[in-house]
Structures are given as C-alpha cells and as structure tokens.
C-alpha cells in the first residue's frame, strides 16, 4: 500500500508479476471550485449541497453498513 498527497511526484517499477496491479484514488475537492470539463467523472457528495451540478452525482449507500441484496 502506498499514500501519497496529490501533487506528490512518484512512481513504481514495472509490474513484472502474472498479477494486475490495482488502485484506489479518494480526492476530497468542493464542488464550487472544481469541475469535471469532460462530463466524465463521477462523485459523491460527502456533505452539504452541490448548487453547481460540475459533477455526475453518484447516491451514497442507504446506510453505513447494509447487506448486499441479492
């Protein structure tokens, strides 16, 4: 596992395994100040409102822990 801040250069050798390498990306912005130009990127709103709509606004689970319906 690694963390980095955002505008923190780094990087890793080639993955030379039979495995994939993965990654999860978690960036906190506020609505107001940052959009999505391509009309690509999804987001879930933390807290508050989003009267700027930059974003497609993904629904946040029902509760903190729920069970998967099948």
Known sequence: ???H???MFH???PNN???RR??????YVTPERVRDTLGSDYAML???L????????VAPPPTT???KEE
């Open 11 to 13: 990087a890793s050798g």
């Open 1 to 3: 596992m690694s963390i």
């Open 50 to 57: 989003d009267s700027f709509k930059n974003w497609i606004n």
């Open 5 to 7: 801040h955002g505008r």
């Open 22 to 27: 993965m990654a999860i990306v978690i960036r």
């Open 17 to 19: 395994s039979d495995d």
């Open 46 to 48: 933390v807290r508050g």
């Open 65 to 67: 822990f729920f069970e």
